[in-house]
């Protein structure tokens, strides 16, 4: 049974823990990662920068702005977190697009490239975690990266019903409501 994979480095079962706990957990987790990439970023970017191979405009920025940016799931991913893997991931589904002739800004079109993207995602994590030698092979990193395609569809959905109610980005678009009212 998968789930036998589902413990912290401690030897605690991940789910058997309380809710709060499990979220503080993966917060913890995140913040470890995103620190760990951001310094071999910088080091790399300051190594190369002093040693005049690069100049600081070859080293953007490699996350985005959290507090400004990541209110959604697509966003999160496509603008804040690691932007390393988003290119070949996104050209991945790009192709796939191309090749199965879908229009571009139809469902098909716009659908099939989030999935593949996060399959290749979930590929590559895959094989880092058999590198790793993790004990699950990273079956629980492929499910996360598989369910972010399906978040992003229900998100786009909620954004959707909401336009059509008169929710815009910035808030509520009074003006429409009280002619609807009226």
Partial sequence: MLL???????????????????VSVAWAAAFKL???ILLFYQLG????????????????????????????????????????M?????????????VCG??????ASRY????VGFAVSAAIHHAGAIVG??????????????LQPLG???EDGIIGIGRRCGIEESGMNIASLSRDQS
């Fill in 34 to 36: 995103y620190y760990t």
């Fill in 102 to 107: 879908f229009r571009t800004g139809s469902f």
């Fill in 133 to 146: 030698m993790f004990e699950d092979d990273g079956w629980w990193q492929g499910l996360y990266f598989m």
């Fill in 152 to 154: 992003i569809m229900l």
């Fill in 45 to 84: 970017a300051a190594s190369t920068v002093l040693a005049m191979i690069y100049g600081p405009r070859d080293w953007p920025p490699i996350f985005g702005k959290f507090r400004r940016d990541a209110w959604s799931i697509r966003k999160m991913w496509g603008s804040c977190w690691h932007q390393m």
């Fill in 86 to 98: 988003r290119r070949p991931c996104a050209e991945a589904g790009r192709i796939t697009k191309t």
């Fill in 4 to 22: 036998k994979y589902a413990y912290t480095s401690d030897g605690r079962y991940f789910f058997a823990m309380p809710v709060p706990k499990q």
């Fill in 112 to 115: 099939s490239q989030i999935w």
